[in-house]
């Protein structure tokens, strides 16, 4: 139909254009991947578009901002440690970036040198849930932030990352395919992973750089599940809540249907919790 073709085209087409091999015809696409593609494109259009209605600096003044942003400075860590730290963002931000984007820190030691840390941004944050001790996503949590022994050099180090910033709005990535070496292909890991509607940020995963204090509150309201069995195939569905008919939706291709609220938590076989949306309560 009509509406069909206009639909496609604003929608499909601007997607084609930025993503190669992109396909509205039934190719399988990794959900965290697209959606990664589309906000940090989304991100590199509104600060084009941001420049360009500035006045633009001189040659030397942007230059000279380019150094002091990418560049390395000191600063006192824990236990008053000097730390080298390295920020490979640009420092451009856009609506995007401010409601998705945060920043970790990961701080490498060792003895008798001082410490490096390198503030790395996010509009996702991947949490490796291979272990057989993380059940659910607060282990996952304490898990990206524990400090690890590391090797460099031949030298042992220890690092350990830590959440710089957190966004308005937290996504978060589990990581449920994997390359497995023996099969020589990526598999999908289908253990069942805990989450709540209300989350905590508590202290001991924020870095001593971290911006304000306390703890920081979040609130599900969005879940991406992967269904199938195998990392190259399968359906994604989406469960939301939405506040005016105060109830949970869920979204399997065109069919929306309300859900009671325990629904978006429960463990079906063969569904498993992929992308997790939080907001910022507090």
Known sequence: SKQWYQRRVRVYEPLRSKIP???????????????????????????????????TPSTRVVKEEEEEETGEWQQMGKKNRVQVTRNTSNNETSPVSELFGGLTRSVV??????????????????????????????????????????????????????????????ILHLKRFIYDEAAKSCQKLHKEINFGVSMTITIDMLSSGAVGAGAREYKLFGVVYHHGSHAAGGHYTAMTYHHSVGSWLYHDDEKVTSQEGGAVLKHIPGRSAYLLFYKRVN
């Not at 959900?31 to 006045?55: C, P, Q, W, Y």
Request: with cysteine.
């Open 109 to 170: 030691s060792r003895a008798g040198a001082k410490e490096s840390a390198t503030l790395q941004p996010f509009l996702s944050l991947q949490l490796d849930i291979q272990s057989p001790a993380i059940a659910s996503v607060e282990d996952a949590l304490r898990s990206f932030t524990l400090r690890e022994q590391i090797t460099l050099n031949s030298v042992k180090c220890y690092r350990r990352e830590t959440l710089e910033s957190l966004p308005p709005v937290l």
């Open 21 to 55: 091999g992109f396909n509205e015809n039934g190719r399988q696409e990794d959900a965290e991947e697209f959606l990664g593609i589309v906000l940090s494109n989304l991100h590199d259009e509104m600060v084009s578009a941001m420049r360009s209605t500035k006045k």
